[in-house]
């Protein structure tokens, strides 16, 4: 195996916990049980955490084109 190959999968298990943990329309909180009924904008950890997800994703991106490559 390569390093892109293993790297390329850890991107992905990154990648599906941080979409599983996003729960549009009732914030972190409802992830482990608690209420939400109403969508605000994200702040704090939830906004930390959705900007993590998109460079999680573009590194995902980049390293499976370089796996093309090479």
Known sequence: MSILTILQTILAVFLVV????QNRGAGLGSSWGGSGEFY?????????FFKATIVVAAFFIIVSFLSLLI
């Open 18 to 21: 941080f979409i599983l943990f």
């Open 40 to 48: 605000s904008t994200r702040r704090g950890f939830e906004k930390i």
